[in-house]
């Protein structure tokens, strides 16, 4: 039987005749299905009755230049009418170790509080990873766009590299690290995932990184890999591992006083042995996750699988098992929640490993993996404190609306989690919310400059405003006071040229007829002595001034009441601008400024997860030009 599957290229259809339609497996795929069951269309012949004959690799690699170009001047076009936007950079390298930049643009249409998220370039990185050429590659792409001075924000990782390329741009622009980067370091030095303990040649033990792979098979370790690659910038000011001491005394509150007295009769030992728990917990689980997913225990059988299969249909559950990855913590809360809602296939798992007809070694090694109730303990302990911080990172991972304010919010309720503590809370979690607390307070309140950057943000946010204390409004409102100040006394500064210019012209003009006018009185000739385009100005400011103070009051009190009667969600600053933006005319337009600026770099992480599934190793003959196109087009043509 033939199929004919219609593709749409640019301007032109065309009819591919297929004679079969099947899955990697030889299983039906999904779109003969889809036109037998949906359109009853057993059988589709050509209108013209001629074989057509498919495109040659030219022929589609000329339409596929064509069309990009055709995308290119299109998003210049729309570039060119707005007035500020906020990018993300990213470096990435993919198994063939091919580098890549990827740039992404956030900003609102005009007149509108419609955010708009867009890929503005992915192209090949030919060089090495220092700073000076990725801050001439970036100047390139963002003069190809007519962007370079209208950029406000860039939103990166704390690579150092990174990091100086924006610096170094001289431009009136500030960079905002990635929040969900922050918060990976501070779980992963605060709970020391990935660490083990190794005993150097002095028979003292150390804590180092494992970066054993644990005998993955090769299509789990194609996934590590394109994981940890994503994360590939040669330096990084930040040590990914910089602090694995235990401190007993540290720093707290009144508040926590008591806590602080408990936890200081533990010796140093043995809060280092909570963290050894945790963290051989953590090895155990993966290796755990490894051996059932790819029946390593049972070589060259099926019987694990058979069995934990057969126990998730009994007991309707549709979660499988799965392992984490080194280069991101979310990786290990998601593999700590199956083995949480699986606990009792497990548990039955190792109760009836003596029925499951396999030898007395193969039990004895699967017996090692046994998890005892103080494992599922601090498993369960574990899984309560990393759920919030799980959902603040998908939270202000979205696209589609505003995240920095939120993501200030987000912040003020974690620290507000891991400050609290109840009398239902045991030793073990205390003590690693103090844990976490110390390496959170360490990489975000004490950044001060990118910290009073995010209250900025924050301040136009709903949920940004109602974290903000009264304190931090009042200097918020300080920096922009003084901003539009600045920019008003710009403002003037030009117009007053332009009026001297525009006066000197007049005059040389005029000249002839200057005899015949009367003379000028002694007002005109004060206010030209004085300067009255000096006073002019002064008074613009003053009115300026004025105008924002009454808007700031405004503000507040329109904020205030729009939170009493919404609860923060995702939406609240679309929704407030779009039914209250018209009554500031001021604020309006430095809040589009604001809000378009992403909180995370996910935007750039997602280009990375697209070129990592076109670029799959089925397709070894795509070149790092057409890779680029086939993202850039991906993002720009809607199916």
């Known amino acids: ?11 032109f259809v065309v009819y591919v005749q297929i004679e079969k339609i099947s899955t990697n497996n030889e299983s039906t795929s999904t779109l003969r299905r889809h036109l037998i069951t949906q359109h009853q269309l057993h059988e589709l012949k050509l209108p013209n009755k001629k074989r057509y004959e498919p495109p040659t690799r030219f022929s589609v690699t000329r339409l596929l230049k064509h069309l990009r170009n055709f995308h290119l001047k ?4 729309n570039l060119s009418i707005i007035d500020d936007i906020s990018i993300t950079l990213d470096l990435w390298s993919n198994r063939q170790m091919r580098s890549f930049l990827v740039i992404t643009g956030h900003f609102f249409l005009h007149n509108s509080f419609d955010l708009t998220s867009t890929v503005l370039s992915f192209s090949t990185f ?4 220092k700073s000076i050429d990725i801050l001439r590659i970036l100047q390139d792409k963002l003069k190809e766009l007519s962007i370079l001075h209208k950029v406000i924000r860039v939103t990166t990782d704390d690579g150092r590299n990174v990091a100086w390329a924006v610096y170094d741009m001289n431009l009136n622009l500030k960079r905002i690290w990635c929040v969900a980067h922050r918060l990976h370091l501070s779980i992963t030095n605060a709970f020391g995932l990935w660490i083990v303990r190794k005993d150097d040649d002095n028979g003292t033990g150390a804590l180092e990184q494992d970066d054993s792979n644990n005998d993955l098979n090769d299509s789990e370790q194609e996934m590590v890999d ?11 000011s930040l040590s990914e591992y910089d602090d694995t001491e235990v401190n007993v005394a540290g720093n707290e509150s009144d508040d926590n006083d008591k806590l602080s007295e408990t936890f200081d009769s533990l ?22 996750g490894q051996q059932m997913l790819s029946n390593q225990i049972v070589k060259l059988s099926t019987i694990l699988t058979l069995y934990f299969d057969a126990q998730r249909k009994r007991f309707k559950k549709a979660l499988n098992l799965c392992y984490d990855v080194k280069s991101r913590w979310s990786s290990t809360y998601c593999m700590v929640n199956s083995f949480i809602v699986l606990r009792e296939i497990i548990e039955n798992l190792f109760s009836n490993k003596h029925q499951l007809h396999i030898t007395q070694q193969q039990v004895k090694k699967l017996t090692n993996f046994e998890l005892t109730s103080a494992d599922w303990h601090v498993l369960l302990v574990l899984f309560s404190i990393l759920k919030p911080f799980y959902l603040v990172t998908t939270a202000m991972s979205g696209r589609q609306y505003p995240s920095i304010g939120l993501a200030y919010y987000l912040l003020a309720r974690l620290r507000n989690f891991l400050q609290q503590h109840n009398k239902k809370e045991s030793l073990l979690e205390k003590r690693l919310k103090q844990l976490l607390l110390k390496k959170f307070l360490n990489y975000f309140d004490d950044e001060n400059e990118q910290m009073e950057l995010l209250m900025l943000h924050a301040y136009f946010d709903p949920a940004g405003f109602a ?10 409102e300080q920096t922009i006071k003084k901003s539009v100040a600045d920019q008003a006394s710009h403002s003037s500064i030009s117009v007053a040229n332009t009026l001297s210019i525009t006066t000197t012209t007049a005059n040389s003009e005029n000249k002839p007829n200057a005899n015949r006018n009367v003379k000028r009185n002694a ?11 000096q006073y002019g100005e002064n008074r613009e400011n003053e009115s300026k001034r004025a105008a924002i103070i009454n808007e700031f009051y405004q503000y507040r009190k329109y904020v205030i009441e729009f939170n009493e009667k919404h609860k923060p969600d995702a939406g609240s600053a679309i929704v407030f601008w779009r039914t209250s933006g018209e009554t500031f005319s001021i604020l309006k337009g430095i809040a589009k400024k604001m809000l378009s600026t992403p909180a995370t770099s996910v935007p750039s992480e997602s280009c990375f997860s697209t070129s990592s599934a076109l670029a799959r190793k089925e397709r070894a003959r795509l070149s790092g030009e057409h890779l680029c196109s086939s993202v850039f087009l991906k993002d720009k043509i809607k199916l």
């Open 74 to 77: 299109k998003l210049i076009d």
């Open 523 to 533: 007002m005109n000739l004060f206010n030209e002595s004085v300067d009255d385009i």
């Open 126 to 129: 030919n060089c090495h990873h």
């Open 267 to 288: 010796d140093e030992e043995q809060l280092y042995l909570i963290m050894v728990i945790m963290t051989r917990m953590t090895m155990n689980l993966w290796m755990i």
């Open 1 to 11: 039987m033939l199929y004919v599957v219609r593709i749409l290229i640019f301007q």
């Open 467 to 476: 974290a903000l204390t009264e304190i931090e409004r009042r200097s918020v």
């Open 226 to 236: 394109i994981e940890y690659m994503g994360n590939n910038n040669d330096t990084d």
